[in-house]
């Protein structure tokens, strides 16, 4: 049984740091491109950025600069790392594993509140 369970998220000023983490069982991340999505209130769920298998990474355009994507493939755990947040980054963010486009699982998400 696939399980992905987020952590991380909070509340945090405009131009704080939040890391988010992803911690994976029931799959290897090594073998799965994993993503990080975030849909806020009244909003569809959106690309924030993903990491294939062989650790190429993309970055929607509006966090680019600002968000890293990483794996620890020994861990089996995905992180976010938040800089330079802005409000317009609230949103509750999910981790995601996936194949060709196929979902292998997605997480709860974990709330994360930037204030002005």
């Known amino acids: 049984q696939v399980q992905l369970v987020e952590s991380g998220g909070g509340l945090v000023q405009a131009g704080g740091s939040l890391r988010l983490s992803c911690a994976a069982s029931?799959?290897?991340?090594?073998?799965?491109?994993m993503g990080w999505y975030r849909q806020a209130p009244g909003k569809q769920r959106d690309l924030v950025a993903t990491?294939?298998?062989?650790?190429?990474?993309n970055y929607a355009a509006s966090v680019k600069g600002r968000f890293t994507i990483s794996r620890d493939n020994a861990r089996n755990t995905v992180f976010l790392q938040m800089n330079s947040l802005k409000p317009e980054d609230t949103a509750v963010y999910y981790c995601?594993?996936?194949?060709?486009?196929?979902?292998?699982?997605w997480g709860q998400g974990t709330q994360v509140t930037v204030s002005s």
């Open positions: 995601r594993a996936f194949s060709s486009g196929r979902d292998i699982g």
């Open positions: 029931g799959i290897r991340i090594s073998e799965y491109t």
């Open positions: 990491i294939s298998y062989g650790s190429f990474t």
